[in-house]
């Protein structure tokens, strides 16, 4: 499956969480779309996104590490439907978005946690996904660059071509 289509089937799921192992569950799943993309982005992705692109890679993996694992069907990972990954900047564009709404997500159940371990998971959690948006967003502003300088490329080349 594409990846911006999996990214706004998280995007609504988290948005429609009932609970905290709810919310939870939606906010592992995005961290582990996050990490999946960016190994994608690291192995076939325009090259001067790869060093950034593993960064999200390690990022996103601690995201999920610091949460406790949901008990899902192996065919509800959406990591692990991932497929394509078309336009590295409309996805890196809808991952940033994602991880933004993860970070609001888990302000609010540490605000509401009811116990210290959830509170902690959800700060670990909230530093993971800030970082992994800066890594996103730093990807998004090599991709500007890049698209900046070749036009001038291809106008200056003694071919025109």
Do not use: F, N
């Amino acid at each position: 499956m594409d990846a911006v289509r999996l990214i706004l089937t998280s995007r609504r799921a988290l948005a429609g969480g009932a609970d905290t192992a709810e919310m939870m569950a939606e906010v592992w799943q995005a961290q582990a779309l996050a990490q999946a993309i960016g190994s994608r982005l690291a192995v076939s992705g325009p090259p001067e996104l790869r060093g950034e692109a593993l960064g999200l890679t390690e990022l996103a993996g601690r995201g999920c590490g610091v949460l406790d694992p949901p008990e899902l069907d192996p065919g509800d990972l959406r990591a692990a439907q991932l497929t394509q990954l078309d336009d590295a900047r409309e996805t890196l564009l809808c991952l940033g978005g994602l991880l933004g709404e993860v970070g609001i997500a888990l302000v609010g159940m540490a605000s509401a946690a009811a116990d210290e371990t959830t509170y902690w998971q959800c700060m670990e959690a909230i530093d993971a996904a800030d970082e992994s948006r800066d890594r996103v967003l730093e990807m998004l502003r090599k991709l500007a660059a890049r698209e900046e300088v070749l036009p001038g490329d291809i106008q200056d080349s003694p071919s025109g071509v």
